[in-house]
C-alpha cells in the first residue's frame, strides 16, 4: 500500500502523492538544497499539506515512488493536475520547471516528449482550461 492510500479524501490523496513524488525527486541527489526545501515548502502550502504529512513524507527512509501509468492519458491528467498546483500563484519559475520535467520524466514521458508536453502546458495554463480542452491541446 502506498502512502497515499493512507487518506480517504480523493484531492487531498492525489495532493499528498505529488507531493511525495516531489520531495523524492528534490531529495534524489542527497541533501536538500535550500532553494529545493523553499520550493518543497511552497508546493506543501499550495497542496495543503499537513505538517505531519510534510515530516512522514520527508524521513530519509521514505522513498515514494512516482506512479508511472503505461496510459498516457492518466500520465497527462496527473501532469495536467501538477500544472493546476504550480499555476495556483499564476505563474511558474525555474525550479517549477526543473522540477515539472523531472516529474513528467519520471512519469514515462521520454525526455523529448517531456519539452513538448511542458512547452505546450506552459502556454495554455496561462488561462484556465478543463482537462478535455487540455487533453486535447496537448495531444494536437
Same mark, same amino acid.
Do not use: C, Q, W
Given at each position: ?12 490523496? =492525489?495532493?499528498?502523492?505529488? +507531493?511525495?513524488?516531489?520531495? %523524492?525527486?528534490?531529495? #534524489? $541527489?542527497? !541533501?536538500?538544497? &535550500?532553494?529545493? *526545501? ?39 491528467? =496527473?501532469?495536467?493536475?501538477? +500544472?493546476?498546483?504550480?499555476? %495556483?500563484?499564476?505563474? #511558474? $519559475?525555474? !525550479?517549477?520547471? &526543473?522540477?515539472? *520535467? ?37 495531444k494536437h
Amino acid at each position: 500500500m502506498s502512502f497515499a492510500d493512507l487518506y480517504t479524501s480523493g484531492e487531498h490523496r =492525489r495532493n499528498l502523492a505529488h +507531493f511525495a513524488a516531489l520531495a %523524492t525527486l528534490a531529495a #534524489i $541527489d542527497g !541533501e536538500l538544497s &535550500i532553494e529545493e *526545501k523553499n520550493m518543497l515548502d511552497r508546493f506543501a502550502t499550495k497542496l495543503d499539506i499537513t505538517k505531519s504529512e510534510f515530516e512522514e513524507v520527508m524521513k530519509k527512509e521514505n522513498k515514494y515512488p512516482i506512479d508511472a501509468s503505461h496510459d498516457a492519458e492518466k500520465r497527462l491528467e =496527473r501532469l495536467f493536475d501538477f +500544472f493546476r498546483i504550480i499555476y %495556483t500563484d499564476h505563474g #511558474i $519559475d525555474y !525550479e517549477e520547471m &526543473i522540477l515539472v *520535467k523531472k516529474y513528467a520524466i519520471g512519469m514515462g514521458f521520454t525526455g523529448e516528449k517531456a519539452d513538448k508536453v511542458i512547452e505546450r502546458s506552459v502556454a495554455i495554463f496561462g488561462g484556465k482550461i478543463d482537462f478535455d480542452d487540455y487533453l486535447y491541446l496537448v495531444k494536437h
